[in-house]
């Protein structure tokens, strides 16, 4: 009986129901007692003023920063490098204090097709990678581009799968997907293909194995890919991630050899969405493994 008590009593005014809401914690309070709690508790305006002065820096600078000047990379390796792209950790100038964490991408052969602010706007939902903006190298050739990114402390989807001892729960992987799932639909709202979904652009920001309520994950790199709307292809670059096509993750019909823009599209994007949530339960693991060679899997 008691349990009953507690399913239909709200645990801040322990009265019956009359107006329940779930709460972001996943419980149910009564709506009224909510509003109140939250009238109650001040707010912090220390760090409401820290945050409005971080977010008018990068106003002040139109989104727009000088390597070695307002940012750097920190000494050492990379944090991850392929073909054509490149991760450093980096910290600002002159201090870190009231800053986030930050990395630079340094995107080889590509340049950016719209403005500063676009990328920053793109970046403001919860589920994609925050851009706070280019990076502007002097010292560099113009066939690159570097976006100044928030750093996800765990690493990426791919390195939890590998890593970890012990599987995710399916109840935290199916959090995460839902989460990439709001993530890919904000995209394509904006008219943004992928192109290149996988567990390895899917940087975690925070994780709890036991509770799916404390499981943060981002949707990054999107749309360096073939026939990017966002990035133009260099021509001084003869291999880059704009032109090569990640074959074990995409669609069928981006495999064809009369590919044409019009084939990427959300429709590719969720068929990589799948192969995603396959990688996820195969704990990491290749599409198509028993292929050895990325010709034969088409």
Request: negative net charge.
């Amino acid at each position: 009986m008691k349990a009953l008590d507690d399913a239909i009593s709200c645990p801040i005014t322990l009265s019956l129901f009359r107006d329940p809401v779930v709460a972001q914690d996943g419980h149910t309070y009564e709506r009224a007692a909510i509003e109140e709690w939250i009238r109650k508790n001040v707010p912090n305006y220390a760090i409401k003023k820290i945050v409005e002065q971080f977010e008018n820096s990068l106003k002040n600078k139109n989104f727009q920063y000088i390597l070695d000047v307002d940012v750097k990379k920190k000494i050492g390796r990379p944090l991850f490098q392929t073909f054509g792209k490149t991760i450093y950790s980096a910290e600002w100038l002159p201090t870190n204090e009231g800053r986030p964490e930050i990395i630079l991408l340094k995107i080889d052969g590509a340049r950016a097709n719209k403005e500063s602010s676009f990328y920053v706007d793109l970046s403001r939902h919860p589920n994609i990678v925050r851009t706070f903006g280019i990076v502007n190298d002097e010292d560099s050739n113009q066939n690159s581009i570097m976006l100044l990114q928030e750093y996800a402390s765990e690493g990426s989807l791919y390195e939890v799968l590998t890593e970890r001892k012990k599987p995710l729960s399916e109840e935290i992987l199916i959090e995460i997907f839902l989460q990439v799932i709001d993530a890919m639909a904000y995209l394509a709202l904006n008219g943004v293909v992928h192109g290149d979904l996988a567990c390895r652009n899917v940087p975690v920001f925070r994780l709890n194995e036991n509770d799916p309520r404390n499981v943060v994950v981002k949707v990054t790199d999107f749309a360096i890919s073939r026939y990017s709307k966002i990035y133009s292809q260099t021509t001084t670059v003869a291999r880059t991630t704009l032109n090569v096509i990640p074959t074990r993750y995409c669609a069928p019909e981006i495999l064809s050899t009369t590919v044409t823009a019009n084939d990427f599209t959300e429709k590719s994007d969720v068929y990589s969405m799948g192969v995603l949530m396959w990688e996820a339960y195969s704990r990491g693991a290749i599409p198509w493994a028993s292929v050895a060679n990325d010709e034969e899997v088409v």
